[in-house]
């Protein structure tokens, strides 16, 4: 019987977190948590995982900064209508 790969299932895995997050910035219920792990060191160890490296995660970090800041904008027009 053919063994899995560990180390490709485990940067599938981070792969998709990372994923699940960029995701979770526009549902209200999860974005907190979202925005902790992608301004923590939440994004460097999956990213790490991922095999990402330095420019690739400071990039998806000023991506996720930049959702962040779009969502905000967006929350504060919802509350002037």
Known sequence: MRQPDTSKN??????AVILQSLSDLWQQNERPD???FFKGSGLNAYGNLAGMGL???????????F?????GTVLHREKLC
């Open 67 to 71: 959702i962040i800041n779009q969502q």
């Open 10 to 15: 485990i940067t599938n895995l981070a792969e």
């Open 34 to 36: 979202s925005i902790k």
């Open 55 to 65: 420019k690739q995660i400071t990039s998806l970090r000023k991506f996720a900064n």
